[in-house]
């Protein structure tokens, strides 16, 4: 394989299958390691219909450590320049209930990761954090000197593999780390081929309005329409997942490009915030239909707003949002209506 071969951990997920499509069209070669635990195959079999590109596929579970040499093994003979490290548990409240699976998966995945990238003499990672390692702790936008405070778990999480690869950047300045804070992905590649395939009832927004909007659901509970923001309920920046994986790209162009070890953290926002209502009567012009919903109670651990301060990705990686809240409604719908069963239509036929 080319020098530009890329590890990309979870990468048959939901942000992981946009991110490989983006790194394919972008002249990478994309292997990705998958348990598929929260994701399915034909993910993996859409990127390589899309792209007309091979995608070398490793089905192993990275938390497991007896794992580690049959997969050193194997990208030793393919070789790879980095990894993009997606894999992960990332439900908030599931974190709450079973704070020691996410604890167990999350944190060990990233210390095999790294002892697989020293084994392959490949000490390059762009990591999947979150903008859930600022808490509530910071007034919008939030920039990455931001205090960090996750809240729960999964946020913690988060923020231990920020350290984690951090400190291995310390301890060997070889190593080159981005960690990515993403605020709120959403939206689907605008083939509706790819996207978010939740298992179960959806935690987050846009999912679960989409589960609406195709008749899955039959309402949307709003949590919360007391909140100090301008009509009551919850803000948050929205992203496009092709935008977040175009940031991915740019963090990795970035990050090989440089002759020298680092370690940066970035925010990956657009910058502005958007509303529960607004989001709500955005879907609904996207779908063509009304998207009934009703107040419920707020949320627990859900702060009023945040938003991001998007000026470093823009100065460092020459990169920033260009997608609408409108776009990124068009293409969730596009993926949602396409796959009322997300990919399970496809595994059953
Ligand atoms: C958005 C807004 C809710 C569902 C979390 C994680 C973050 C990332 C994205 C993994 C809030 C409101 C939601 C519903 C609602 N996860 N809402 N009814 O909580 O900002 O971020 O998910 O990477 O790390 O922290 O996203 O989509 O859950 O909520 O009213 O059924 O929608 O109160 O205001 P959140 P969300």
């Known amino acids: 394989m080319t020098s530009k071969t890329i590890l990309l951990t979870g990468g048959a997920g939901y942000i992981g299958s946009h991110v490989a499509l983006v790194l394919l069209e972008a002249g990478y070669e994309v292997v990705i390691l998958d348990n598929f635990a929260n994701s399915s195959p034909v993910a993996v079999s859409r990127i390589r219909q899309l792209t007309n590109r091979e995608v070398l596929l490793i089905e192993s579970d990275l938390a ?33 209930e079973k704070p020691d699976m996410y604890y167990d998966t999350n944190l060990n995945s990233t210390l095999n990761l790294v002892a697989i990238l020293a084994e392959c003499d490949a000490r390059t990672v762009v990591f999947s954090s979150s903008a859930t390692v600022y808490g509530d702790r910071n ?82 509970s709003v949590f919360g329409d007391d909140y100090d923001t301008p009509d009551g309920t919850g803000v948050r920046d929205y992203i496009h997942v092709m935008d977040l994986a ?7 162009d970035y990050a090989l490009g440089q002759d020298r070890g ?15 209502l607004e989001v709500i009567t955005a879907f609904g012009a996207a779908a063509g239909r009304e998207i009934p919903y009703m107040i419920a109670p707020r949320r627990s651990g859900d702060v009023a707003e945040i938003y991001a301060n998007a000026a470093l990705a823009k100065e460092l990686l020459a990169w920033q949002t260009t997608r609408s809240l409108e776009d990124m409604c068009r293409d969730h719908w596009a993926w949602q209506s396409q796959n009322p069963q997300g990919y399970r239509d496809a595994e059953e036929n």
């Open 64 to 96: 497991d450590k007896g794992n580690n040499d049959a997969t050193i093994d194997r990208l030793k003979e393919i070789g790879i320049a980095g990894a993009v490290h997606l894999a992960g548990l990332k439900a908030v409240g599931e974190s709450v």
């Open 139 to 220: 007034k919008s936008p939030v920039d990455e000197n931001g205090l960090t405070g996750p809240t729960n778990p999964y946020g913690m999480t988060k923020f231990f593999n920020e350290r984690i690869l951090a400190d291995q950047y310390g301890a060997d300045e070889r190593w080159k780390v981005i960690n990515l804070r993403y605020f709120n992905p959403v939206g689907a590649h605008p083939t509706g081929q790819i996207g978010e395939d939740p298992l179960g009832t959806p935690n987050n927004l846009f999912p679960f309005i989409a589960q609406v909007a195709v008749g899955r659901r039959e309402k949307l």
């Open 246 to 252: 175009e940031g991915h790209r740019a963090a990795l």
């Open 262 to 276: 680092f370690v940066r953290n970035i925010n990956l926002g657009s910058g502005s915030g958007h509303s529960v």
